[in-house]
């Protein structure tokens, strides 16, 4: 069936819950709770597609997908009742009609991912989506050092779970981490956020770049060791993946990636 029209929707998700973004038979997975509102709203069968997929337990806070669709005649009714469907672990925050060459997938300039690690002695009953590090305090100068060496153009086979992707190479525009302390009373909180940016992300390749920072800082190891690592494209001389829980979408760019950069406020 033809549709006359082509929209867009950005929205977010806890993902904790789902098997991943990409829809697998008979598992939960967000393009699949997606799919089952839209189709219920519209009364059609909508098949959506999605920048790009993340894995089980990868959560996202701007993701994008697109869908084709009859003409929607109340945006903000549509999209009032579209998050009244779905779950409380998924919401749309945008719906808008695009030309019908964008492709949320294949429009897409850039990516962010953001790592988050609560540096502590003691885990938080509020850190569920937060990777939880008390071996020792990360050095962020020393960590920053290391993710410098990731910057540019490189094959990252030595980051990537799945040995028969055909794709290795990827531009990384930016790579840093970051220290954030709160303080409630007599409770400090010490956050490292790891934030990532490039024009492609390889199978597991932030939660392995996160697994051999950590895995350096542990073992207190020259920071030079991540160049050692990436020159190596052997995955079986990386680090173990870290947990998926600490790991965030935080952007999907379709417009100038230097741009954006400029824009970071942390």
């Known amino acids: 069936m033809a549709f006359s029209k082509r929209y867009i929707i950005g929205f977010e998700f ?14 939960r997975t967000v393009q699949g709770e997606l799919e089952k509102a839209l189709c219920t709203l519209t009364k059609d069968k909508i098949n959506i597609i999605i920048s790009g997929r993340t894995d089980a337990g990868v959560s996202a806070q701007y993701q994008i997908a697109h869908f084709d669709a009859n003409e929607i005649d109340n945006i903000e ?12 672990d998924i919401k749309v925050f945008e719906l808008k009609e695009v030309k019908p060459d964008f492709h949320a997938q294949k429009s897409a300039k850039y990516k962010h991912y953001r790592y988050t690690i609560v540096n502590n002695r003691v885990a938080s009953v509020f850190s569920s989506c937060y990777l ?41 525009y930016y790579a ?12 400090k909180q010490d956050f490292i956020f790891i934030d990532i ?14 697994g051999e920072l950590l895995f350096i800082e542990r073992n207190n190891l020259k920071p030079s060791k991540m160049k050692e690592v990436l020159d190596l494209k052997d995955r079986t001389k990386t680090a173990d993946v870290s947990d998926a829980k600490g790991l965030c979408l935080w952007y999907v760019g379709y417009d100038d990636v230097y741009e954006y950069i400029k824009k970071l406020n942390f």
């Open 176 to 187: 840093k981490a970051h220290k954030k302390t709160t303080e409630h009373f007599e409770k």
């Open 197 to 210: 940016i490039g024009n492609r992300f390889l199978y597991n390749m932030v939660r392995t770049i996160a």
């Open 132 to 172: 939880f590090y008390p071996y020792r305090p990360l050095d962020v100068k020393r960590m920053n050092e290391a993710l410098s060496y990731l910057t540019g153009c490189h094959d990252f086979s030595a980051f990537k779970s799945k040995s028969d992707n055909p794709y290795s190479d990827c531009e990384i």
């Open 77 to 88: 009714k549509f999209l009032y009742h579209l998050n009244c469907i779905l779950p409380s």
């Open 14 to 27: 806890l993902g904790d819950g789902f098997c991943g973004s990409q829809k697998q038979p008979d598992k």
